[in-house]
């Protein structure tokens, strides 16, 4: 059993020390923070793991505007944070070895500028999990290796602001301008799926190895609606289903410690 925490200190020395050297904007101070942990039990030839981590930063600081001597025009924010939970399980059997590792977590990117009442800048919220499993027996005197890979992220964003700002990447944009009155505010939602079974076999004879297999990507993809929302016109989303067929083969030639791919 292992676990570990870290904190940022150096925001809150600053703000004791020379709250004026935050206040100016002229240098970021972040203050960030990781958490994680492990557990692993074996129990006969099982053995059973699972792992958590999660770490986020922010940033704080007022921005002046072009051609201002104002240094509280306007606050910019940047958030960022993620956790990540991973359970394991493989075992070693008479025939072969099974392993299968099971994921999910939460992510958040967001930054935003505000300048009085008026707020422009994004939000992107991201839901994801995935399993990964892999079988490997003999096969005779052959070694046979299938397994099965599985994600899915659904993105939540969130927009507001003009054309220009927030900038997109890229975009020229001048630091510290202020923000217009003329606002919009937009929020959708997009789903990415992938599943892949692939196998292969691995053929061995005297120092030789040959590999052939094949493996199957499948996408699904889609989005809430295409368009910005217009009065009350009905909202249309977009889907599509994609598959990506890849057959490999290696070839591997062992002999004197040397070796030829």
Not at 87 to 116: F, K, L, M, V
Not at 214 to 237: C, E, F, H, K, M
């Amino acid at each position: 059993l292992q676990a570990y925490g870290r904190a940022s200190w150096l925001r809150d020395v600053v703000e004791v020390v020379s709250p004026e050297a935050l206040r100016s904007g002229l240098v970021p101070y972040p203050r960030w923070w990781d958490v994680g942990g492990a557990a692993t039990l074996e129990q006969d030839r099982e053995r059973f793991s699972l792992r958590v981590v999660a770490s986020g930063d922010e940033v704080t600081r007022p921005l002046q505007a072009s051609g201002s001597d104002d240094a509280g025009a306007a606050t910019e924010v940047s958030r960022r944070w993620f956790v990540r939970v991973l359970a394991g399980w493989s075992e070693r059997g008479e025939h072969g070895t099974t392993r299968w590792t099971i994921w999910g977590g939460r992510e958040a990117d967001e930054r935003w500028q505000a300048s009085g009442a008026v707020r422009s800048g994004w939000d992107i919220a991201t839901t994801s999990a995935g399993v990964v499993g892999q079988r490997i027996a003999r096969v005779g005197e052959q070694l046979l290796t299938a397994g099965l890979e599985a994600e899915w992220f659904g993105d939540e964003l969130v927009r507001q602001g003009s054309l220009s700002n927030p900038a997109r990447e890229g975009d020229p944009f001048v630091y510290g301008q202020p923000l217009g009155a003329d606002v919009a505010y937009d929020s959708w939602q997009t789903t990415t799926a992938a599943v892949a079974p692939w196998v292969r076999l691995d053929y061995l004879s005297k120092g030789f190895t040959l590999s052939p297999g094949v493996r199957l990507d499948g996408y699904v993809l889609g989005a809430s609606r295409l368009n910005p929302p217009l009065g009350a016109t009905p909202q249309i989303g977009w889907q599509a289903i994609e598959f990506a067929p890849s057959p490999r083969l290696d070839a591997r030639w062992q002999g004197n410690g040397v070796i030829f791919a």
